[in-house]
């Protein structure tokens, strides 16, 4: 079974600030989602990323594949409120068969 | 935009009761999942469907079953609702050569 970590699981910053969260597997993945849930909704998918190595960026994020597609992870610069909520990676499996996703870190931007 | 829509927001029954939960997708997707998510758990798959009338177990199918009559519609169906599938259920769609997910608003199942 393969099985993604996320770390921290909690993380409380002040506005401005920068952060970063991790997700890590022992697993090979193809592809990579980030998404990001706030209270009482669905989660909204951020990025896809397939390549190993690839960065990709989405106005103050910043999201990597880690180059053997076993980890990724996100950094937000300047972190402002309207970025609080549960940040969740998933994976789709080495042959697309299946699909995990990993706990989630939770976000508080405080202003 | 995909919208997937999701019939309540939010429902409570009683122990025992037959509940139904649909999931609507705009997008002409081929897949579609229903999920559920508990603190400390993370999101969970129930089931999955690829095509209509076609349905796949996920990790945790007990207690629940599904149906897709067309291929925009998927239902839950949870048969005798006990107080442990208290939960919030995701729906989401995706075209058939991707595994993820454009997600729904949630529905939260409080069962008494």
């Known amino acids: 079974t393969q099985l993604l970590e996320q770390s921290p699981q909690f993380l409380s910053i002040q506005e401005g600030e920068n952060l970063t969260v991790y997700c890590n597997s022992s697993?090979?993945?193809?592809?990579l989602q980030w998404y990001r849930q706030e209270p009482g909704e669905g989660p909204v998918l951020l990025v896809t990323?397939?390549?190993?190595?690839e960065v990709k960026k989405l106005k103050r994020l910043t999201f990597q594949f880690g180059d053997a597609r076993k980890d990724s992870s996100l950094h937000i610069t300047a972190a402002q409120p309207g970025d609080t909520g549960l940040y969740l990676c998933a994976g789709v499996g080495g042959y697309g068969q299946n699909f995990v996703f990993g706990p989630g870190t939770r976000l508080s931007v405080l202003p | 935009d995909v919208k997937v829509t999701q019939s309540s927001r939010y429902l409570v029954k009683r122990t025992g009761e037959k509940v139904f939960l649909e999931c609507v997708q705009d997008?002409?997707?081929?897949?579609m999942f229903w999920y559920r998510q508990d603190p400390g758990l993370g999101l969970r798959l129930i089931y999955f469907s690829y095509d209509v009338k076609m349905k796949e177990k996920g990790d945790i199918p007990e207690g629940y079953s599904v149906s897709r009559e067309k291929k925009e519609r998927f239902s839950l169906i949870l048969e005798s609702a006990s107080t442990n599938q208290t939960s919030m259920y995701l729906c989401?769609?995706?075209?058939?050569?991707?595994?993820?997910?454009?997600f729904g608003p949630g529905t939260r199942l409080t069962v008494l």
């Open positions: 990323v397939v390549t190993g190595g």
């Open positions: 697993s090979v993945f193809s592809s």
């Open positions: 997008m002409d997707h081929e897949n």
């Open positions: 989401a769609s995706s075209p058939l050569s991707v595994l993820w997910g454009y």
